[in-house]
């Protein structure tokens, strides 16, 4: 079982939807729980992180963490089109860090 | 604020041939520095990561090698290239020490291909 999953999709919404990107993770101990956004041919953005459980919210942008399922979520409120790109979360505990496979997301104009 | 430098952002080599990818980072001092390679639909694989000047783990036995000359700066290389080395290779940091588990910063990656 892989530290953190994330479900690949591919993801395509219309403009202005609500999207829900999740993922699960394995570890308890997990510290930081982080949200990378990475456009084609570029790095890795990070986009939000969250320090143990809870909410953060940052403009049209969700981050949740709920540990008693292991379950991560991003949500995009008014999806658009420059929000296509591929999402990938993350965990850590000390300096290990883990990462999702990423969620390919388009929002169609 | 903190930069981090990544070049060349392509590259295309002969099999056999050498590599030296070179990241540097400014604005922060004694970050750990990290090394990824990021196949399709596989996700980022570290490669090696480094705590400070002249400490290198390598997380999976390779071709590669990686090497910290400077606090800041941190290179990766090969001295005979394989078709199986090409992929996207990305650099990060993060802080360091007692900050450690904090989130890594990317940076736009080089993209290796073998010929």
């Known amino acids: 079982q892989k530290e953190v999953e994330q479900d690949p999709g591919p993801l395509s919404v219309p403009e202005g939807a609500i999207v829900s990107l999740n993922c699960t993770y394995s570890?308890?101990?997990?510290?930081?729980f982080m949200w990378y956004r990475q456009y084609s041919r570029k790095g890795p953005e990070l986009l939000m992180y969250?320090?143990?459980?809870g909410n953060k919210e940052d403009g049209r942008f969700t981050a949740q963490v709920d540990k008693s399922s292991k379950y991560i979520s991003l949500f995009i409120r008014d999806s658009q089109p420059s929000d296509s790109a591929t999402y990938l979360c993350?965990?850590?505990?000390?300096?290990?860090?883990?990462f999702g496979t990423g969620t390919s997301l388009t929002v169609i104009p | 604020s903190q930069t981090i430098h990544q070049w060349p952002a392509t590259l295309v080599q002969p099999v056999g041939s050498p590599l030296s990818l070179e990241c540097t980072v400014e604005?922060?001092?004694?970050?750990?520095l990290y090394w990824y390679r990021q196949a399709a639909g596989r996700g980022l694989q570290l490669l090696f990561y480094?705590?400070?000047?002249?400490?290198i783990s390598s997380e999976v036995p390779q071709n590669l090698s990686a090497s910290r000359p400077q606090d800041r700066q941190f290179i990766l290389s090969s001295k005979k290239l394989l078709l199986s080395d090409s992929g996207f290779y990305l650099c990060?940091?993060?802080?360091?020490?007692?900050?450690?588990?904090?989130?890594?910063?990317f940076g736009d990656g080089t993209r290796l291909s073998i010929l």
């Open positions: 969250t320090y143990s459980s």
């Open positions: 604005g922060t001092s004694n970050p750990n």
């Open positions: 570890n308890s101990a997990f510290q930081y």
């Open positions: 993350a965990a850590n505990t000390g300096n290990q860090f883990y």
């Open positions: 990060a940091w993060g802080r360091g020490g007692a900050r450690s588990n904090q989130p890594q910063h």
């Open positions: 480094s705590v400070g000047i002249g400490q």
